[in-house]
């Protein structure tokens, strides 16, 4: 595995080193910022018993994001190379423990956030364009289709239109923010105490926090990299959790803390308030633009994942064909879209789909989330020389912390098992470790083979 990881770096061209502060911070943030902010407030409203839990809850989601952040770009500068999380593992672990992540990651990780996000799209689809029963699991399944036969197709993504849906994101959420706190919501005059866990509203905050992990990569085109990734690291954290902490407060000034839990599509019902119907309908479309985007970038990379596996493994050398007319892993756009259709099938039969998909695949991923952690104590400790890339500030404090948040999410996250969202989000819960398990027979035999 390392010769052939060796082998492709060395016949590709370097990055160059483009990028200032600015440019880092912004697609950084452009990273983060996404779908989750309009659905994961409800269910951090219910594992919090006051308001003021529920805004140091994500306060305490940009201190651990930062923590993780720091980790990674240490792991990017000492291998900066193709495979990210695969490529630390197989390096620091062996190629058992990078198999059975890939295979989580086409099986359970990858695809369930498609499925998540999917459902985010629905239920702000079904604000617009209202359809009987499961509408918000028709909604997404349809998105599901025609995103992957774009996929199929070769249609390439527009990295323009990327940048501007982002910043009429941030733009609304300001908005949003604004007019929620100018809006004084319904005195609660019996205080109702959490429905949930403070545990499962982390996994939900940490969930919107998500995608600094990517951020780490652009350690190879940044200037100064030693000194400006912690720079971008920082600044960009410190603006995501600031404008999360004014959007939440925004909600809590619009709903108050009962109506946030309640919410179904919490963004739209507070522009509901604001600005009426039309006001709500203009949100719903940037939310479902902005979902679309999401699953776009998730679709892609996730069938080129499914691609290097079948490259390197021939128990799965069909996920490996590459469709020249198109340009794109035609096998492996449809074996996704299978198993995400699956999920969003079997979703639609518990009350909330989108946190039946965050339980399904939270335990595997904050296993790999840990495992990846824990690579950066293997590596200095095999190191041999002296390393001048960059490295994690306060050592081994910050890697510490993460591993601990990673450890105590992975425990949260199994308690879906029996914590108070139904049996079925228990059933999705070891649905996803059953999947994950799979992976080590399926190695066996992929290495027999």
Not at 340 to 349: C, D, E, Y
Request: hydrophobic fraction near 55%; charge should be positive.
């Amino acid at each position: 595995m390392d010769r052939q990881t060796h082998s492709v770096n060395h016949d590709r061209a370097q990055p160059q080193a483009l990028l200032n502060v600015v440019d880092g911070v912004f697609l950084m943030a452009g990273m983060v910022i996404g779908v989750g902010i309009f659905k994961a407030p409800s269910v951090v409203a219910a594992g919090a018993n006051t308001a003021a839990e529920f805004l140091w809850a994500w306060l305490a989601g940009g201190v651990l994001s930062l923590c993780g952040a720091l980790v990674y770009a240490e792991l990017s500068a000492r291998h900066p190379e193709t495979g990210g999380e695969y490529a630390f593992l197989a390096r620091a672990f062996g190629g058992g423990t990078a198999f059975v992540f890939a295979w989580s990651r086409i099986s359970v990780i990858q695809t369930g956030a498609i499925a998540a996000v999917g459902f985010v799209y629905g239920d702000y689809a079904q604000q617009i364009v209202p359809l009987p029963g499961a509408g918000a699991a028709w909604h997404a399944a349809l998105a599901l289709i025609a995103l992957t036969a774009l996929n199929v197709l070769g249609t390439p993504q527009t990295r323009n239109l990327q940048k501007v849906m982002e910043t009429l994101l941030v733009l609304g959420l300001i908005a949003l923010a604004v007019g929620g706190l100018l809006l004084r919501a319904p005195i609660e005059t019996t205080p109702q105490s959490a429905t949930g866990s403070w545990g499962l509203a982390m996994i939900f905050v940490l969930l919107t926090y998500g995608g600094w992990n990517e951020a780490a990569y652009l350690a190879g085109e940044v200037k100064d990299a030693q000194r400006n990734m912690t720079r971008i690291l920082v600044i960009g954290i410190v603006l995501v959790t600031a404008l999360y902490l004014l959007v939440n407060a925004g909600y809590l000034a619009a709903l108050g803390l009962q109506g946030v839990r309640d919410s179904q599509a919490v963004g739209a019902d507070v522009m509901r308030l604001i600005a009426g119907d039309r006001g709500a309908i203009a949100l719903a479309l940037i939310v479902c633009v902005s979902a679309l985007t999401t699953m776009n970038a998730a679709i892609l990379t996730g069938a080129r994942s499914s691609y290097a596996l079948g490259r390197d493994f021939r128990l799965f050398a069909a996920l490996g064909r590459w469709s020249e007319r198109g340009s794109t892993p035609v096998t492996a756009l449809l074996w996704q879209a299978a198993i995400t259709g699956v999920l969003i099938a079997a979703s639609a039969f518990t009350r909330d789909g989108f946190s039946a998909m965050v339980a399904y695949t939270a335990p595997v991923f904050w296993v790999f989330f840990l495992l990846t952690g824990l690579t950066l104590f293997v590596f200095r400790a095999r190191q041999t020389q002296a390393f001048t890339g960059f490295r994690v500030p306060l050592f081994p404090v910050v890697p510490l912390v993460f591993c601990a948040t990673c450890a105590w999410m992975l425990y949260s996250s199994i308690e879906f098992v029996r914590g108070p969202y139904g049996p079925s989000f228990g059933v999705a819960v070891l649905a996803g470790i059953a999947v994950m398990l799979a992976g080590l027979p399926l190695y066996i035999w992929a290495r027999r083979g």
